[in-house]
Nanobody, 125 residues
Framework: HVQLVESGGGSVQAGGSLRLSCAVS????????MGWFRQAPGKQREGVAT???????NYADSVKGRFTISRDNAKNNLYLQMNNLKPEDTAMYYC????????????????????WGQGTQVTVS
């Protein structure tokens, strides 16, 4: 049974930082593409960042230079370091996983990701 559990969300002032974590069980995250997505109220879910098994990272233009995706294969965890947060970053953030090693250009293709967490709320004021 695959489970992805996000944590680390919260409320922060603009310019602040948060680090999101995604604990993965029942699935070897190191063998597959992983990603972070977010969904703000009234908006569609959008890709934030992906990382493949070679460590190649891809980011949405809106977060480049501010967010960093990383993975700890030993712990089977995924992370998202978010710096210089802006009010427009306010959203529910989701961890997701593919059943493939590569991420290609699937950062904007939600359906390419098979497993999803329940999300963690990030609020920036």
């Amino acid at each position: 049974h695959v489970q992805l559990v996000e944590s680390g969300g919260g409320s922060v002032q603009a310019g602040g930082s948060l680090r999101l974590s995604c604990a993965v069980s029942g699935y070897t995250s190191s063998r597959n593409c992983m990603g972070w997505f977010r969904q703000a109220p009234g908006k569609q879910r959008e890709g934030v960042a992906t990382i493949d098994t070679d460590g190649n990272e891809n980011y949405a233009d809106s977060v480049k230079g501010r967010f960093t995706i990383s993975r700890d294969n030993a712990k089977n965890n995924l992370y998202l370091q978010m710096n210089n947060l802006k009010p427009e970053d306010t959203a529910m953030y989701y961890c997701a996983a593919r059943r493939a090693s590569g991420c290609g250009n699937y950062i904007n293709v939600n359906s390419a990701f098979v497993y999803w967490g329940q999300g963690t709320q990030v609020t920036v004021s």
